[in-house]
């Protein structure tokens, strides 16, 4: 088993304009995506990002605010996953909702 | 899972500021699709919902009107609760939930706004009904909807306060709104109108929470709130038989075997408490008829005639279109088709009936066993075209089959 993470990347403003109804699908979705990978042993650990955050630059140890890539594609968390191969963890990540909003799932190998 | 979320959706009672509910549902849908689910999620909203609203409160002085509501929620049992022990804190906790959700359900019923909007300010906070679903509930437009719910934050952005329950007279007055939505929760389930079509009876379970509540507050147990409560067990307890793959099943075909035996004893527990009073009310004859349907042991044992008599009560206590068509149905049983008809036909009030599909459906029905088939497939149609979800429509289109006639397209 080789030990990758998905980063999730959208834009955080989305659940904001959500209904009850569509909250409670939403989540429903997101659920029934985790409990398949929980399941079968791939879930490791996840952590949600705060859309807070500082960014330090160079030796002239420059301090701004926030996320430095644009809001939209802002990184909103991520998912430490066991998998066989890069090929299965991607299938798997094909399942998630965040792709139904525009978001996007970059499934990254950790180097062993 | 969803009756589940369906008792964290109920968590919009917290609101006054339906901000700090948004607030928090965001941040659940947030954080829990991937850190998982908490160990306790109706405290872990509760405890972003109490940090969120302390930072409102703190950040935003257009916010102070909500202070007082706030102060009182967020300090509940506090401080002497961080030393207690987890399973006394279980309990407090749960005690605390069950009294502002009660307290909540009296501030919602404003004396300056009206019964009906009260209703639908309920519904959209404490039950977490989305605009389209009150409207379907509720026999009105979504216009209609948003307009009520826009008069009524007016209302309460000048005089929102929170009711306590130590007031009895005030209490009083207001119980019978509280009756009307916990009703309108039930059946908006028991019909299960929204969109996604299924026997929502989450719906119907959180309804007969909300009732139950009130049984177990001393300034809320009157008889008329054991008659509700024994009307809705009486009805939840037929759930099990009203559906099955195909979509609803009709009356005389159900499976009075899968009718639970548990709600129906409880109804009758819940009725004989309800007939302490001196009011005979809307809900004591309603659980006085639902409780016939259930003890009747098969369907040509149903005592129509008692059943009739209780509707001719009902009627005029409660003369609305809904109780005159159940009446006429009724009546049918006993006095025939061309007399249902009829009766049918003088309905008061009918165009409030126009968006109800089981209206044409009762014509179908009565023109099917007049031995006039032809007729009965229009109005049939007519059931089909205005059914609110999958299972309504197959119900009719089941009539509409049974008639035997090639109806057009």
Known sequence: MTKFVYLFRSD??????????????????????????????????GQRLDGSGKVIRGNAKAVTDGPYVEVKDSIQGFLLVEANDIDEATELAKGCPILEREGTVEVRAVAS | MVSYLSRIFGLGRLDLAEDVVQDTLCRALEVWPIQGLPDNPSAWLMRVARNRAIDMVRRDAHLRYFAPELVQLLTAGEGELA?????????????????????MVFSLCHSELSTEAQVTLILKTLGGFSVSEIAHALLI????????????????????????????????????????????????GYHGSGREGTLREDLCFEAIRLALLL???????????????ALLCFHAARLGGRADDDGLVQLELQDRSKWDPDLMSRGFCFLERSSS??????????????????????YENTDWAKILELYDLLV??????????????????????????TELGAIPDAPKLKQYPFYPAAYGEFHLLAGRPAEAAKYFEEAVKLA?????????????????IDVGS
């Open chain 1, 12 to 45: 955080p403003s989305v659940f904001r304009s959500m209904s009850p109804e569509q909250m409670q699908q939403t989540m429903k979705k997101w659920m029934d995506w985790r409990e398949g990978l929980e399941k079968n042993g791939h879930i490791q650990q």
């Open chain 2, 215 to 229: 049984s177990e507050h001393p300034i809320a147990n009157t008889p008329k709130t054991y008659a509700l409560l």
């Open chain 2, 83 to 103: 030393q207690a022990p987890p399973l006394q804190k279980q309990i407090a906790f749960e005690r605390e939930i069950k009294d502002d959700e009660l307290r």
């Open chain 2, 141 to 188: 437009s979504e216009d209609a909807v948003e307009k009520r719910l826009g008069r009524a934050r007016k209302i309460f952005r000048h005089s929102g306060g929170f009711e306590e329950l130590t007031d009895a007279s005030a209490i009083g007055t207001r119980l019978e709104a509280v009756y009307q939505a916990i009703y309108l929760l039930f059946s908006e």
């Open chain 2, 316 to 341: 005029r206590l409660k003369p609305t279109p809904i109780v005159a068509l159940n009446r006429a149905v009724a009546l049918g049983k006993i006095m025939g088709p061309e007399k249902a008809l």
């Open chain 2, 277 to 298: 009073g001196e009011e005979l009310s809307d809900y004591h004859l309603e659980a006085a008829i639902a409780a016939l349907h259930c003890s009747a042991a098969t």
């Open chain 2, 388 to 404: 609110r979800n999958g299972h309504e429509a197959s119900f009719f289109e089941r009539k509409l089959k049974a008639c035997g």
